[in-house]
């Protein structure tokens, strides 16, 4: 018999959400669904019992060991019931689980997840619940965000036995840490269509009691599947597939679950899914003169320009929340996430180096200028996430965007102001209201707030293009951009007057290298130095507090302290692959953007140390951890699955073509070479779950550009040759810069470099491909062409 405790009608669970069409997730088809779904070996069915009341507020109580914890997410619990001896991650915890023949009881979440919140209020705070869980097992909290690598282990096995997954994941565990019951959000008691978590402990007691060789037997049944089933290795593979037959399945699986009007990949959930968006325009540059090529493009600038005008886009503030909750992009899900962050502001960069058209530069500079204001710490660092809860007035219970949303009235009180010219009686307020689609009873639909929290709430979303809504009323457009424009500034300084949303403060080495990514791209596309200075301060921050000198090593997280100053846990918490291939490509992306040879080496020797901790010598590809750090885990994982964040495999296969374009060293496109050979079955068999791989496959068979510009870095030739690269999309390429040092480190790398020479003194472009070179090049706009072409 499975258990199951089915979610809420809210479609606003901490999906383990993709976006991708159906079918493309290993084993589960309605993966994006559901976060609840549990199943576990036979047990009995078990009766019902009365919810027990909320333990007292904070103040009242002994915190737990958590409170020794500097994760804001195991801090959320360090005040549960006092009896319940909740451990973080650790060899304490296990060897007490194996002296008292107990399951381990493991809790995954993050501090800005709702449902997270929800499960620690009814479930966690619930003092017969922590009665049962000192007592019958040994509870493990986990940080999902610090421990990756317990997170995908135990979510394999969440999602490989039941109808989906996501946060809070719940999981049973035998003292040898193999899984035997798995699910996410549960209630605390029974509901009609639901099983209570109270009930699902006092199953498990009683078959661990009654039944326990059959739970083990059955744990290491399942765990041995699981390793069959994660293997990637190259086999007896001797080359990866083909590039053009997995680009075209892989278009072909993306064109067929489109979404004509809205745009976007999924009917509800949808995520923004920026590697999806890459592919589409790396497919639409190799195939600008077929009639794919076309559809392609437009598939990505609308589903970028409707996530833009949605309210999935805080268009108050600025930056994206995590998923809209609808078809239409209306009502997200409000968390903001700094790697949607940082991966958007790429893709709306690119969109304008693509159409040209400044709405996308806008958002772009939008995103970067919340990220700047709300995300930045001190020190140089960003911080993880802002929540979706907090209270609508001080005081008062969290509530899920509340920080937020409108009334229609509200709006009105703050934009009293007539509007001179209208054809008929108008205030901004009222010219505001039509634009962003608010109305007196509000624009939320009761569907997607069964709680009644959001009743009368209005998101901004926007209804109509300026010319409309000018037309409307008898306005130049111009008039009305200027009027929505302050208007909107006059709600976001109002706004600050509102309890603000939790930030989590922690900071992660890979999300951090992704924002290094999104500000360099982004200010070496527009132009804009500032940005490209916020990337290197970025990049700092990294080398001074998240990369150990002595070892080589990155570190996985730091906390914010006071004023500029970070903490680190003790022992620290070392980074896992995806940190280092972050990282990789935000310091390569940063040595284009500033010509700073010392980011490139440093990335060269964060590749060296990702090889030796993370390479697998025998099957290819890279795991996702540490071989020591993952001690005792039943699984070592390389992750398949280009999602919300692109794969770290993904990742480092195009690091390592860009390496070896900066450096000529044949060992790196050897290994691009196995890791794409050993994700080749994944690739073949879906390929659109793998977006970010497929397009480093295609980089890979056909080879990149080497664009060498000879020439001052500061001089005005130089920048102009340099921008006219920057602002073409061109995404298979490395950008050198030669400035006649023989000693510099390029120069060293690649001894070819000193034989170029600047035609009659002026700023000299070259461009490699194909083991060919171009003539020499000195105007920006003949550069432009042979780029183009």
Same mark, same amino acid.
């Given at each position: =018999? ?6 809420? #009608?809210?479609? !606003? ?50 915190? &737990?060991?958590? +409170? ?50 929800? @499960? ?21 909290? $986990? ?98 597939? %083909? ?26 959930? !949808?995520? #923004?899914?920026?590697? +999806? ?8 540059? /190799? ?11 437009? =598939?990505?600038?609308?589903?970028? !320009?409707? @996530?833009?005008?949605?309210? +999935? ?5 600025? /930056? ?59 020190? /140089? ?62 624009? +939320?639909?009761?569907?997607?707030? #069964? ?38 500034? !006059? ?15 922690? =900071? ?6 992704? @924002? ?8 070496? $596309? ?90 697998? %010598? ?75 791989? $497929? ?58 470099? &000193? ?19 171009? @003539? ?14």
């Amino acid at each position: =018999m499975s258990h199951s405790s089915s979610s809420p #009608p809210k479609h !606003k669970g901490e999906h383990k959400g993709r976006g991708l069409p159906r079918g493309s997730e290993r084993g589960s088809s309605t993966r994006d669904k559901d976060r609840s779904a549990t199943v576990s070996s036979s047990m009995p069915a078990g009766g019902k019992g009365s919810r027990s009341s909320s333990a007292t507020n904070t103040a009242q109580k002994v915190p &737990n060991r958590l +409170i020794n914890e500097k994760s804001p997410y195991l801090l959320q619990h360090a005040y549960n019931p006092v009896d319940w001896c909740m451990y973080p991650w650790g060899q304490e915890a296990f060897d007490k689980a194996k002296k008292e023949n107990k399951p381990i009881f493991l809790s995954v979440g993050y501090s800005t997840c709702h449902w997270c919140h929800m @499960m620690e209020e009814e479930t966690f705070q619930n003092e017969e619940i922590g009665r049962l869980l000192s007592e019958d097992f040994i509870s493990v909290k $986990v940080d999902r965000e610090e421990r990756p690598d317990v997170d995908k282990v135990y979510m394999t096995f969440v999602q490989a036995t039941s109808s989906g997954g996501g946060w809070p994941m719940n999981v049973w565990l035998t003292p040898s840490l193999q899984p035997f019951v798995g699910g996410t959000y549960f209630p605390p008691e029974d509901g009609l269509t639901r099983v209570g978590f109270r009930t699902v402990l006092l199953r498990i007691r009683e078959q661990w009691k009654q039944n326990k060789n059959t739970l083990l037997e059955s744990s290491q049944r399942v765990t041995t599947a699981l390793l069959a089933r994660s293997e990637i290795s190259m086999g007896d593979r001797q080359a990866p597939p %083909s590039a053009a037959t997995m680009n075209s399945r892989c278009f072909q699986q993306l064109d067929e679950g489109y979404d004509e009007e809205h745009g976007g990949f999924a009917e509800a959930p !949808k995520f #923004p899914t920026p590697v +999806i968006l890459s592919f589409l325009f790396s497919y639409w540059l /190799g195939h600008r003169l077929a009639q794919d090529g076309s559809r392609a493009q437009q =598939m990505a600038l609308h589903t970028l !320009k409707m @996530m833009a005008n949605g309210g +999935i886009r805080d268009h108050v503030g600025q /930056g994206f929340h995590r998923y809209s909750t609808d078809r239409q992009w209306h009502v997200p899900h409000f968390e903001k996430m700094l790697y949607d962050q940082a991966q958007l502001a790429v893709s709306y960069s690119q969109a304008f180096q693509i159409s040209g058209d400044e709405f996308y530069s806008d958002v772009a500079k939008g995103i970067l200028q919340y990220v700047s204001r709300s995300l930045s710490h001190r020190s /140089g660092g960003f911080c993880s996430a802002e929540d979706a809860d907090s209270p609508p007035e001080r005081g008062m219970r969290p509530r899920e965007g509340a920080f937020y949303v409108w009334t229609a009235k509200e709006v009105q009180r703050l934009l009293p102001e007539p509007v001179a010219g209208a054809t008929e009686p108008l205030t901004s307020g009222q010219l505001l209201t039509k634009h962003y689609g608010l109305t007196e009873a509000g624009n +939320i639909n009761t569907s997607q707030d #069964p709680k009644g929290e959001l009743q009368g709430q209005n998101v901004l979303t926007v209804r109509y293009s300026l010319e409309l809504t000018a037309a409307r009323f008898g306005l130049e457009v111009e008039a009305v951009r200027s009027l929505l424009t302050a208007g909107l500034d !006059k709600l976001f300084q109002a706004r600050k007057q509102r309890p603000k949303p939790h930030l989590d403060s922690k =900071m992660l080495a890979a999300w951090n290298g992704l @924002m290094v990514s999104g500000y360099a791209v982004t200010g070496a $596309v527009l132009g804009v130095d500032k940005l490209v200075h916020c990337a290197t301060n970025g990049a700092k921050f990294l080398k001074r507090h998240m990369f150990d000198v002595a070892t080589g090593r990155l570190k996985r997280t730091c906390y914010a302290g006071t004023g500029a100053t970070v903490e680190h846990s003790e022992p620290p918490c070392w980074g896992f692959l995806e940190d280092y291939a972050f990282v990789v490509r935000g310091l390569l992306d940063l040595y284009e953007a500033s010509q700073e040879s010392a980011w490139l080496e440093w990335a060269l020797r964060l590749q060296d140390t990702q090889d030796r901790l993370f390479w697998d %010598s025998q099957g290819g590809g890279y795991f996702c951890s540490e071989a020591e750090l993952g001690a005792g885990l039943p699984l070592r994982v390389k992750d398949d699955q280009d999602g919300a964040e692109p794969s770290a495999n993904s990742v480092a296969a195009h690091n390592l073509l860009r390496l070896h374009g900066f450096t000529g060293h044949k060992d790196w496109l050897d290994k691009c070479a196995c890791l794409l050979t050993a994700f080749s079955e994944r690739m073949r068999r879906v390929p659109v779950a793998l977006p970010e791989m $497929v397009r480093a496959l295609s980089a890979h068979q056909q080879g990149l550009k080497q664009i060498v510009i000879c020439g001052d870095a500061q001089a005005k030739d130089t920048r102009a040759l340099l921008q006219c690269v920057h602002s073409l999309y061109v995404p298979n390429k490395v950008l050198i810069l030669a400035d006649g040092d023989p000693s510099s480190f390029l120069s060293r790398q690649l001894p070819f470099l &000193n034989t170029l020479r600047r035609l009659e003194d002026r700023a000299t472009a070259y461009v490699y491909e194909n083991q060919a070179c171009s @003539m020499p090049i000195t105007e920006p706009c003949e550069l432009r062409k042979l780029l183009l072409q």
